[in-house]
Structure formats: structure tokens, C-alpha cells
T-cell receptor, first 112, second 114 residues
């Protein structure tokens, strides 16, 4: 069935360093890839998304890249800050369906 | 604007009991979704409503789970009878009309079956 693999499950970085989280999806028909951030005790919130007609999207310190051939997409956070500490989820969705297939999450810790 | 709200935030019940979770979507959002996260695993899709109609219920685990959205506003998810493996965080999300639009999540209900 459809699945999304996400790595790593945990990631610790020093404040100011970059963090990269990688996801691989199985269904080549997937065309929409959102990333959600869930801070402790709060709701998951969309931080960035990308559609299959582009290869990269950037929003300030956050960027997402998509390689459709390899079925990979990645989240890049530069100049990490303590408030970036959270669980990050990648997801994939395909035409004809509204549901998201999520990855297992990455717990990011930014060490001050 | 109020976000997606879920009630209760936590529930601890004994195996065999019944629990009903409630979700109030963002006003005007026709699409409502239920997801579940079992500890350490992915957030897994359960079902999708468009207004009051079940559009996709392919993720519902079994017939112990019943979701309703009478009137196309709030939704309930009932688990009866609850089993230990039903423990997890149940998320509700809503989105406006149109595919690939942002799904807004609630804070979730943490269900513990003991």
C-alpha cells in the first residue's frame, strides 16, 4: 500500500546549525507534499508545502526540495533556533483523494 | 477565527467501555478528517467527510469505530467497545473546498484504554 518513510526519527543539532529531514514516498502519483510541525502540547501546523510541478520552495529559513524521479522530498532548516524544536511530519497526497499519508515523524532538538 | 477544536483533550477508559470524541471544524470548512497516531508511529488516516457524507472511510480499523457528522457541522467518533490497541492520539482536521488545500488540525484527543 501507500506509505511514506521518514528519517531520521530523532535529530539533535546545535543552535545555528542546519537540519535536514528526508522522506520517501511509494506512490508515484503523489503530487502534493506538506510538512507539519508539532510543538509539545500543540496542534500540528503546516509550515511549508510543495507541489509536484516544482523542485524547490523556500520560505525564510525553511526550504523543501522534491525529486520526483527518486520519489524523495526533504525539509531543510537553516540557522536553527531553540523554537525550532518540535516533531516534524512529512506527508504525501495524490490526485483524486484528500487524505494525507504521513511519515512517522522526526523529533528535532535544537541545543542552545 | 477559531481553529479546529476537539473534546475531550484526554480520556482514560477501561477496556470494553465506550468513548465518544468530538470535533468542531473551522466554520465553513466542508472537509473534515479523522486521523490517529499510535505512539511513535505515523499519523494514520481514518476517514474523510464532505459535509455530512462519508467520502472515504478506508482507514477505519474495524466496526467498533463509528463516525458521524450530522448536519455537516461537528463530527463525533465513537469507539465501542474500546480495546487496548485503540490507545493513541486522535486528530481531527478540516479544510475548505478544493484538493491540496491546507488541512488545519486540532490539538488531538489522547485516548488511553486500560
Amino acid at each position: 500500500g501507500e506509505n511514506v518513510e521518514q528519517h531520521p526519527s530523532t535529530l539533535s543539532v546545535q543552535e545555528g546549525d542546519s537540519a535536514v529531514i528526508k522522506c520517501t514516498y511509494s506512490d508515484s502519483a503523489s503530487n502534493y507534499f506538506p510538512w507539519y510541525k508539532q510543538e509539545l502540547g500543540k496542534r500540528p501546523q503546516l509550515i511549508i508545502d510543495i507541489r509536484s510541478n516544482v523542485g524547490e520552495k523556500k520560505d525564510q529559513r525553511i526550504a523543501v526540495t522534491l525529486n520526483k524521479t527518486a520519489k524523495h522530498f526533504s525539509l531543510h532548516i537553516t540557522e536553527t533556533q531553540p523554537e525550532d524544536s518540535a516533531v516534524y511530519f512529512c506527508a504525501a497526497s495524490k490526485p483524486g483523494t484528500y487524505k494525507y499519508i504521513f511519515g512517522t515523524g522526526t523529533r528535532l532538538k535544537v541545543l542552545a | 477565527e477559531a481553529g479546529v477544536t476537539q473534546f475531550p483533550s484526554h480520556s482514560v477508559i477501561e477496556k470494553g467501555q465506550t468513548v465518544t470524541l468530538r470535533c468542531d471544524p473551522i466554520s465553513g470548512h466542508d472537509n473534515l478528517y479523522w486521523y490517529r497516531r499510535v505512539m511513535g508511529k505515523e499519523i494514520k488516516f481514518l476517514l474523510h467527510f464532505v459535509k455530512e457524507s462519508k467520502q472515504d472511510e478506508s482507514g477505519m480499523p474495524n466496526n467498533r469505530f463509528l463516525a458521524e457528522r450530522t448536519g455537516g457541522t461537528y463530527s463525533t467518533l465513537k469507539v465501542q467497545p474500546a480495546e487496548l490497541e485503540d490507545s493513541g492520539v486522535y486528530f481531527c482536521a478540516s479544510s475548505p473546498t478544493g484538493m491540496n488545500t491546507e488541512a488545519f488540525f486540532g490539538q488531538g484527543t489522547r485516548l488511553t484504554v486500560v
